[in-house]
């Protein structure tokens, strides 16, 4: 028999049919690009411009972070792009540049990014990274998944059972999913 459940002005009839849970749609760690986390931003940045190279619909997916065989968070390009970011007027200072109160981009500013680049060089995938900031289990429903990657703004959270890592979500299989719904599957 279905089940109902109770919604907004009336009732949802769900079919027989289970719905899918994490362990359905997750991944092998080989389905992600990775990175080590003692690589070095230089190398992060010559494996994302391959892959931005290479998209077709311009969206990159982001870099899994490993420290060992351990998925320990996520590199995008805009973590990349956040440390070039430039000083706000009347907030941020930066050592060595002046910075105006116009809306004007200063005539400092120039060769700032330049600067801010060549100065991220030295650092680690591992200090830039964003850490996951939740994990799944296998048996949470899609509802858990979908929500916690829009809070936390990651696209790819790791599957953990029994303390290990088993597999990996990402949104395409979300998106991929909700397709299947909608069509009617």
């Known amino acids: 028999m279905p089940a109902l459940f109770q919604f907004a002005g009336g009732m949802l009839a769900m079919s027989n049919k289970r719905e899918k849970i994490v362990k359905d749609l997750m991944v092998s760690l080989n389905a992600c690009r990775t990175i080590a986390a003692g ?10 411009k391959r892959v931005v190279l290479q998209s ?4 990159v997916q982001p870099l899994v972070v490993l420290d060992g065989l351990v998925p320990v968070g996520l590199l995008k390009v805009s973590h990349l792009l956040d440390l070039a970011r430039l000083p706000q007027p009347g907030s941020d200072s930066y050592v060595g540049w002046s910075v105006s109160t116009g809306l004007e981009e200063p005539p400092s500013f ?3 990014f330049t600067h801010r680049i060549q100065e991220m060089s030295g650092k680690k995938v591992g200090e830039v990274m964003r850490p996951f900031p939740v994990t799944l289990q296998p ?3 899609l509802s858990r ?9 990651f696209e790819i959270l790791p599957v953990i059972k029994n303390g ?22």
């Open 39 to 48: 690589s070095s931003l230089t190398e992060a940045a010559g494996l994302l």
């Open 139 to 141: 048996g949470d429903s």
């Open 145 to 153: 998944a979908a929500y916690l990657m829009s809070h936390y703004g």
């Open 56 to 59: 077709r619909a311009g969206a």
């Open 164 to 185: 290990r890592v088993v597999g990996l979500l990402r949104d395409k299989e979300l998106f991929l999913e909700m397709g299947r719904i909608l069509a009617g599957g």
């Open 110 to 112: 120039c060769g700032l």
